[in-house]
Structure formats: structure tokens, C-alpha cells
């Protein structure tokens, strides 16, 4: 499979960055693979790396939903604001546990590629990468 | 006189009387002349000098012309002046010598002579006529007078006799009449609206002692005031509220809006000048000091009473006594408002809970996914032949059945909070029978191990109006708890029928499994309570269930004996 030029994981959570870092590692998905704590780290490594195509611009984020400084939402709301060449290049899908019913009408009118269950497994990231990169691990 | 012969002495003697009589006439006329007293002219005929005076009348009637209060006078056909007497030259204010023998039109004015010609051409013609018309005295002045003309022959010759009228007098007195009468009119009408008045207040004060001697028997404060709002009577249940009797001590003390709350007085008093001013029925409550000084509630009420013609006689008003009343309203009202306030405080707790549910299965959700998720790392790290041995192979299965454990607690506390967000869940007409089938696929191994026997009827009331889906886990709950909590020593008989009762439709559940006290019922539906150690349980599900039936408007209720089973009863409003 071809990997992902960069991936970008972002969760206040070390334990849960750890264990995707393991998870993405092992199943290879990409040599790059950016780490932020919070909505706030995650912006700025995007104005860095995305103002132009480079290579450490992330082809996929994964997103937490609550972060202290600034949340998922608030990264949302900010990034939409961001003028970047090459958005539509981007895929942001979201990681919750569950879903408040008022965060669900929150998220409709944000630019996202879709929500994901914790925990992150191997079959939810084959799922992300048949949809939205037309690429599937080996069996 | 007479010329006959005589013939005998006594004739002559008579005759001789006569002439004498004559003689002494003419010298008594002689004198009067010469005196003055009786006016006389001398009118130059063809047999010589001819007096004129009214001789040969009798003296009497003389006398009365002479001195009568009317002007007189004789015209002849030339109208000149024959006789005038002393009253006429009076009126006219001239000598009589000035107006005998003078030509009466001079002193009739230039617009009447010809009204004056006519009245002589009409006496001359028909022997009389009568007029009015003004004539001019001497100085000028005009004096209305009213003429009456007659023929007469007076000394063979023909005149015309006028009494002259003034009527100067007679006009002031139809002008004193006219303002006697005016005035009298004026008299009449006082005293009839005199009358009516005193018949008002009569009327008024009848009203007021009818009113009173009622008011005084009525068990309310009652009083009557006049149209301006004059205190007119109070009875004695007011004096009795304000200790005082009635004239004792300054009047203004007795007064109703003396004695009004500082904070009722404004908007009551204004409420009754309004009335005042309008007319419109008076109600108000206020508060009032009494005798003691304290403040009592009233409701103070007034009518205007009106006589016939609407006006208003006067008005009669009561106070009743409301005090309790309101204290008891107020005090509701305040329950009212503590309950609403608790009521808030408990909505707001309760969302503070749905919260802190939401939050808590949220929060525990993700370490226990890492704990999940390091327990697979770790696993995946390990050596088979490490995992397998002993005691690691035991300590990482329970490892597992712990999370799995801890994660379906959380699963199910996530369905509590999302209950309480399901209010007013939409009802559908379901399908009872489908859905017993449904859940019994899901209990067959338990029905199987346990050697349930369970029985159906659902006929009575084949459909209820509920979520299907909460039906489905209404179901499932106490058809799970009848078989869970069976007795050991016999096989469980479970049944499940339902009925119309009512408007609703009831869903029995009855099995003969353990029972448990009655005194634990009010705890059966509480949250992860549990009256059994031995059974797997999460303590949630009739929570669950009874959460599910209040929120659809109905209620559930059940009956149980220790040791011989339990009856659960779900009333589905329809």
C-alpha cells in the first residue's frame, strides 16, 4: 500500500497517542507522523506545514473532540478561517467516545470527513483509508 | 219758562215756586260762574250771547262732572271747545280758559289729527266711538289717554260729549301687573322645585334610614356616604372593629381612609374618587387598622344606590372581612412558589445529573479504552508461550472480563442519560404479541437452561401505544428478571398477558420465582439497587423501565411475596 506522506494525531490524551502512534506504526500507514496536544499545537502545525504543498503537510488528521486550550470545535472553527491552497487534500476525521446531542448539531456545519468511535482500531482505519484515500491494508 | 195763563191761585202759586226755583238756580250759576267753580262759555249766537254750562243738568250729576277724576268736555260740530272741566285743562296741563273755546285738534299730535278726525266722523255719525290716543300737554310731553264719544243735545244744540281717560296710570298698572305676574311665576316655579327638592331629600333620607336599619343587621362593616362622599351612617360592627363608639373622639378618627395600610392608601383612595367621579361600582382590598391598631384585610365593596331619574342618591358600601382568607391565599401562593422554586431547583439538578452522566461515561469511556487498548499492546508484545502460562493466562482474563465488565456499566449508564433525554418519545400503535417473540429468541438459552415454561395471551389487547423499542426493553427486562431471579428449587413459570382496563391497556408479568419483601418495594425502582447478590445484575434495568413507562404517561406497579413471586403490573395509557 502506498503510505500517507504525513498523518497528524491530535489528543490531550498521552496514553491514547501512544497506543495510535503503535497501532499506525505497525500497520505502516504513513512515515510521518505528526503529534499535537491540543487544537492550539494542531493549528500552528498546519499554518507551518500546509501554506504550501510540502511534505509535512498532513494528508490525514485525527481529531479529539475535547482538549483543554482548545478543542476540537474551536480547531474546526479556526482552521475553516485558514486561507490554505490545497484544502480539499486535507482529511479530518473526528475521534469521540460519545456524542453529546448538542455537539451533534454543532458539528453539521463543520468541514469534516467523519466521526470515529474510540477506540482507534485497525478495521476503522482501513474504513477511513477505502474511503477517503482509495487505499486498503494488506490482508 | 212757560207762557200758559194762569188760571188759578194755586197754579200760580206753582208757578210763581217755580220761577223762584229758576231764579235762585240762575243766581246760584251766576255765583259759581263769578267763583269760578263751574266753567261756563259764552257763545256769541244769532239771539245774542249764549252761555254755556252744563245747567239744566241736575246739580248732582254736575257736581260729579265737575269733579269727577275723568276729563270731560263737549265739542261742537266745528270742534271747537263748548265745556271742559277742571280735570281735562288738569291733564293737559293748561287753564281751563286757555282750552274752553279753543279748537281741540291743537292739541292733538300731527300723527293722530287724522285717527282723531275719524274718531269724530264716526261719533257724529253713529252717535259714539271710542279710541286711544296720545295727546299733547302744553309743555310738550304726550299722555296716552282713551277717548269715549257720545252725541248729545245739550241746550237744543247737538255736541259731542268725550270723556277723556288717562291711561298713563292704567299702563303702569298692566306693567306692575305683568311683573307681579312674572314674579309670582318666578314664586311658583322656586316653590315647586323647592317642593321637589325637600321630596329629593325626603326620598334620600327614607333611603338612607331603610339602608341603615338593614345595614345595621348584616354581619358586615356596612356604611353610606352622600353623592359627594360624606360620610352619612356607619354601622355597629364598624365601630366595633375600631373600638371606638359612635361620636367618640375626632371625627376624622372614625374614617375609613385614616385608618387604611400607608402602602394600600394611595391606590385605594384613588380607586374611590374614581368611583366618586364616575359613578362606577367600588371594589377594593385594602388593608384596615382596628381598635387594637393592627391591620386586617378587607374586601371593601360600594354601590351608588339612584333615585328615579338615575341620579345618585347615595352610596352604600360594606368591608368584609378577608383576613384569613388572604393570609391563606398568600401562604398558598408562597407553597406555590417554594414548590416552583424546588421544582426548578430539581429540573436544574436533574440536568446537572443528565450531565454528570453524560460527562462520567464520557470521561471513564477513554481510559478505559486505553486500558483496553495497552492490555492488546501488551498481549500483542508477549511471547505466546508467556501469555499462556500460569498465573499470567488467568490474570489477563480477568484483566479482559474487568474492562468488559466496567465498559458495559458505562454502555449502560450512557442509556440512562440518553432515557432522560427520550421525554415525549413518540408513541406508535405496536404489535405486542411480535414483540414477546422478539425478546423470547433473544432469552431462548435462558428459557432452555432454566427449563422455563412460559406462557403468552396477549389477545385481550393485542396492541399498546409505546416506542417500539422501549416496549422491546420493557419486555425484555421483566421477562429476564422473571427467569434471573427464579426460585432454585423449581422451574420457573412465567406469564405474560394483557388487558384493557379502563383507557389504558395493562401488561402482567407473573412469575413464582424468589419474591422479596414489600417493604424494599420503594427501593425495587431505584438505580443500581439490588436485592440479589447471586445474579449477574447491573441494578439498572427496572430503573430503566419504570423511567420508560412514567416518561409515556403511564406507571408501573408491583406485588410480591418472599419466597413464592412476584407480579409486575405496566398501565399503558392509550
Known sequence: MQKLTCALLVDDDSTTNYLNQLLINRLQITDKLLVALNGQEALELVKIHCNEATPDCPALILLDVKMPVMDGFQFLEAYNELPLPEKDAIIIVMLTTSLHPQDVD?????????FLNKPLTKEKLNDVLKNHFDRHLPE | MSSTP???AAELARANEELRYQLEEAHDLIQAIRTGAVDALA???AEGPRIFTLQGADQGYRTLIEQMNEGALLLSEDTTVLYCNACLAGLLECDLSEVMGSTFETFVPL?????WAGLLLKGWAEGKSKGELPLQTRNGALVPF???MNVLSFNETPTLAVIVTDLSARREITAIRAQVAEQNELLDRTNAELKREEAARLAGER??????????????IAWTVSPTGANTYRNRRWYDYIGQEPGEGPGIGRAWRERLHPDDAPATLARWDESLRTGAPFEVECRIRNGAGGYRWMLGRAQPSRNELGEIV????????????KLALERIDQGQRELRDNNEQLTRVNVDLDNFIYTASHDLKAPISNIEGLLDALLAELPPETSQQEPVQPILRLMHDSVNRFKRTIEQLTDVSKLQKEHGLPTEPVDLAAVVRNVRLDLEPLIQSTGAQLTVDVAAAPIVLFSEKNLRSVVFNLLSNALKYRAPDRAPQVSLRTRPEGAAVVLEVQDNGLGFDATNEHKLFGMFQRFHDHVEGSGIGLYMVK??????GGRIAVSSKLGSGTTFLIYFSQ
Not at chain 1, 454543532?106 to 467523519?114: D, H, T, Y
Not at chain 2, 333611603?207 to 358586615?220: C, F, N, Q, V
Not at chain 2, 347615595?314 to 382568607?325: L, V
Open chain 1, 106 to 114: 454543532r458539528v453539521q456545519g463543520l468541514n469534516i470527513a467523519g
Open chain 2, 111 to 115: 300723527a293722530f289729527q287724522e285717527y
Open chain 2, 547 to 552: 423511567k420508560m413507562v412514567d416518561n409515556a
Open chain 2, 6 to 8: 194762569l188760571s188759578t
Open chain 2, 146 to 148: 282713551s277717548v269715549s
Open chain 2, 314 to 325: 347615595q352610596w352604600i358600601g360594606t368591608y368584609t372581612d378577608i383576613h384569613e382568607h
Open chain 2, 43 to 45: 257763545v256769541q249766537g
Open chain 2, 207 to 220: 333611603a338612607a334610614a331603610e339602608a341603615s336599619r338593614m345595614l345595621e343587621g348584616i354581619s358586615h
